[in-house]
């Protein structure tokens, strides 16, 4: 029997019992009431000036690399195959970074083909996040390493990682033989790549870059390897020297949280400021918060044509979708487009501004992509780029629903009611 002189004292566990309360108190109001970071710009600035790229080298301490070749690529049946051909013509290295990356028919390919490149001596380097890829990551990895892959998983379960839980890589980037890199928002599964249980393909985007971009690309992939496992890359089949491939100019951004203020956020918000013609914004997940709907109100305030595409009904977040429909109304108000995709599942992330400015990348116009996650965007200065990515914003939009304010107004009572306590998903999403 247990000796009663060994029991704690019922003045030290309510001692504990307090503690523990005020803590989850303090948790839950830091959580959910962290006061937002006011953004703005300190100045005016054109976005079709020589002064805005070298603000934007400036404050996001990057270079533009111009000699690019870069093709744009529209959903699966399209980037799958052509990210596919190039790892199996790989004869040095590959590298991949995802969030997501699945087992099923696409992901199965993939394994296969790099592991049939680890097998013939290609360096193959593999970064999945823990999370994003839970359930899959370990029958993901077995037959990869058992191939000669180098797998890792970011930010895995331990208890010494808890204060990080909450940052993910949410980056999807291949870089092959240090010359050709894809990036965008998909990652490594079927729904990308087919129809699946009734429902349409996920609409997305891919870009394919050659030039002096690709090292800038490997460096951002090399930057999680290097958390993982403490290996910093540096052979030079690794990093290839600049070579002229085309006549694009272009940003890498890497993006990660340091005290709540990024890198992609400041890209995103100085472009929309900038802007004095016109923003086209495709994004799956649109919860702009306080200072940025405020940015987006000044801007169509201005005169700038400003369209907004989101998920309609085929969402795969229906919560998020109340959370952002909650907000549709202020911006509205001042001459916003705003689209609802019925195609199917958009996941695509792309701003374009002025008809100059191409930016696509992982990240979503929320707080989760702006504060919390990992992101990485590739941002063109060139016109023709732009004007391909807007020609698929144009498709999409005669697939798509458009909000007025009128039927904004009279959606349904139980909306509204949801909208009252949604906001918290604006915070943490």
């Given at each position: 029997?247990?000796?009663?002189a060994?029991?704690?004292?019922p003045?030290?566990?309510a001692?504990?019992?307090?503690?523990?309360?005020?803590f989850?108190v303090w948790?839950?109001?830091?959580?959910?009431?962290?006061?937002?970071?006011?953004?703005?710009?300190?100045?005016?600035v054109?976005?079709?000036s020589?002064?805005?790229?070298?603000?934007?080298?400036?404050?996001?301490?990057?270079?533009?690399e111009?000699?690019?070749?870069?093709?744009?690529?529209?959903n699966?049946?399209?980037?799958?195959?052509?990210?596919?051909d190039?790892?199996?013509?790989?004869?040095?290295?590959?590298?991949?970074?995802?969030?997501?990356?699945?087992?099923?028919?696409?992901?199965?390919?993939?394994?296969?083909?790099?592991a049939?490149?680890?097998?013939?001596?290609?360096?193959?380097?593999?970064?999945?996040?823990?999370?994003?890829?839970?359930?899959?990551?370990?029958?993901?990895a077995?037959?990869?390493e058992?191939?000669?892959?180098?797998?890792?998983?970011y930010?895995?379960?331990?208890?010494?990682?808890?204060?990080?839980?909450?940052?993910?890589?949410?980056?999807?980037?291949l870089?092959?033989?240090?010359?050709?890199?894809f990036?965008?928002?998909?990652?490594?599964?079927?729904?990308w790549a087919?129809?699946?249980?009734?429902?349409?393909?996920?609409?997305?985007?891919?870009?394919?870059i050659?030039?002096?971009?690709v090292?800038?690309?490997?460096?951002?992939?090399?930057?999680?390897?290097?958390?993982?496992c403490?290996?910093?890359?540096?052979?030079?089949?690794?990093?290839?020297?600049h070579?002229?491939?085309?006549?694009?100019?272009?940003?890498?951004?890497?993006?990660?949280?340091?005290?709540?203020?990024?890198?992609?956020?400041?890209l995103?918000?100085?472009?929309?400021?900038?802007?004095n013609?016109?923003?086209?914004?495709?994004t799956?997940?649109?919860?702009?918060?306080?200072?940025?709907?405020?940015a987006?109100?000044?801007?169509?305030r201005?005169?700038?044509?400003?369209?907004?595409?989101?998920?309609g009904?085929?969402?795969?977040?229906?919560?998020?979708?109340?959370?952002?429909?909650?907000?549709?109304g202020?911006l509205?108000?001042?001459?916003?487009?705003?689209?609802?995709?019925?195609?199917?599942?958009?996941?695509?992330?792309?701003?374009?501004?002025?008809?100059?400015?191409?930016?696509?990348?992982?990240?979503n116009?929320d707080?989760?992509?702006?504060?919390?996650?990992?992101?990485?965007?590739?941002?063109?200065?060139?016109p023709?780029?732009?004007?391909?990515?807007?020609?698929?914003?144009?498709?999409?939009?005669?697939?798509?629903?458009?909000?007025?304010?009128?039927?904004?107004r009279?959606?349904?009572l139980?909306?509204?009611?949801?909208?009252?306590?949604?906001?918290i998903?604006?915070?943490?999403?």
């Amino acid at each position: 029997m247990t000796d009663p002189a060994d029991l704690p004292h019922p003045l030290e566990m309510a001692y504990l019992t307090i503690l523990g309360g005020v803590f989850l108190v303090w948790f839950v109001l830091a959580l959910l009431f962290t006061p937002h970071i006011p953004y703005h710009i300190q100045a005016d600035v054109d976005a079709r000036s020589d002064h805005l790229v070298h603000v934007l080298e400036s404050t996001l301490q990057t270079r533009l690399e111009r000699d690019n070749r870069v093709e744009i690529l529209t959903n699966g049946d399209r980037f799958y195959p052509a990210m596919l051909d190039a790892i199996r013509q790989a004869r040095e290295t590959i590298s991949m970074e995802c969030y997501i990356f699945k087992r099923g028919r696409i992901g199965e390919q993939f394994i296969a083909a790099l592991a049939e490149r680890a097998r013939a001596g290609v360096r193959v380097t593999i970064v999945m996040d823990a999370i994003g890829s839970f359930g899959a990551f370990r029958k993901c990895a077995k037959p990869l390493e058992a191939a000669g892959c180098r797998v890792a998983a970011y930010q895995r379960f331990t208890w010494y990682r808890l204060g990080r839980l909450n940052n993910r890589t949410h980056r999807e980037l291949l870089v092959v033989d240090g010359t050709i890199a894809f990036a965008g928002g998909a990652g490594v599964a079927d729904w990308w790549a087919m129809p699946l249980h009734g429902k349409p393909m996920w609409r997305d985007t891919m870009a394919r870059i050659e030039g002096p971009l690709v090292a800038k690309i490997q460096g951002i992939l090399a930057e999680n390897w290097l958390e993982c496992c403490g290996e910093i890359m540096t052979g030079p089949e690794t990093y290839k020297p600049h070579t002229k491939a085309g006549e694009i100019a272009g940003f890498a951004i890497k993006s990660s949280p340091s005290d709540r203020s990024t890198a992609s956020r400041a890209l995103f918000q100085t472009l929309v400021e900038a802007a004095n013609g016109s923003v086209v914004i495709s994004t799956p997940y649109f919860l702009p918060d306080k200072a940025f709907r405020e940015a987006i109100r000044r801007t169509a305030r201005r005169g700038v044509r400003f369209v907004v595409l989101v998920p309609g009904s085929h969402t795969d977040q229906r919560w998020v979708r109340l959370a952002s429909r909650r907000m549709y109304g202020q911006l509205l108000e001042v001459g916003v487009r705003i689209f609802e995709y019925e195609g199917g599942m958009t996941h695509v992330k792309a701003l374009l501004v002025d008809e100059l400015w191409a930016v696509i990348g992982t990240t979503n116009f929320d707080n989760r992509s702006f504060e919390h996650n990992d992101e990485v965007n590739v941002v063109f200065r060139d016109p023709g780029v732009t004007r391909r990515v807007g020609d698929d914003f144009q498709a999409d939009l005669e697939k798509s629903k458009e909000i007025t304010l009128d039927g904004w107004r009279r959606r349904p009572l139980w909306e509204k009611l949801i909208g009252t306590v949604a906001w918290i998903l604006e915070r943490q999403q």
